[in-house]
């Protein structure tokens, strides 16, 4: 394909738990990225989501933040 390796690089991605947020989290990670999730409300989701993305053999982790703060 001729999408750059994102191997080495650390995505931080606000929402990525669900919806949007989650599909674009997964892609990074299938790219080769490693994930730092940031969630609101559904820490159930964005602990699925890291699941996910650690089964791909990347690395993962949700917080618990907002970027409004």
Request: aromatic share 2%; glycine share 16%; charged share 20%.
């Amino acid at each position: 394909s001729g999408m750059m390796s994102l191997a080495g690089r650390l995505a931080l991605v606000t929402g990525g738990g669900r919806g949007i947020g989650r599909a674009i989290a997964l892609g990074l990670a299938e790219g080769g990225a490693d994930i730092a999730i940031l969630y609101r409300r559904d820490e159930a989701a964005a602990a699925a989501t890291v699941a996910d993305i650690e089964a791909l053999g990347r690395r993962a982790h949700a917080y618990c933040a907002s970027v409004d703060d």
